[in-house]
């Protein structure tokens, strides 16, 4: 532990952004998204122009606008959860090796898409 109580193994993202109140309703929402979100109603045509508009910010101004996303959709609870934690073990344990790949693959493209 560091000199304010925080275990050393905890990333930045979660020393910064969990410390603040202000930030539970983000904290709680990217909680939910460890099982995949669908953003819905207005709150998914809201964040559209928001994310494609980041290819043309700087840094620092992305992870703004990313924080400005989270707490649109947070605040608006426009969003339902795609899965839970038992369809995750229950792929995951199926033992079917062509249902592994698949979900490997998604998982894979979902954390580093393919650039246009």
Partial sequence: ???????LSKTIYQVSIERFEETNHIVELLNKSRFGIQITGNTA???IPMILGMKEQSPFDRIVTILEALNLVAISGEFRTLYTPGFISAIKSAGSERINKVFQTTYTKTLY???E
Wanted: a negative charge.
């Fill in 45 to 47: 045509e809201d964040i």
């Fill in 1 to 7: 532990m560091n000199r304010d109580g925080i275990p």
């Fill in 113 to 115: 898409p393919v650039s």
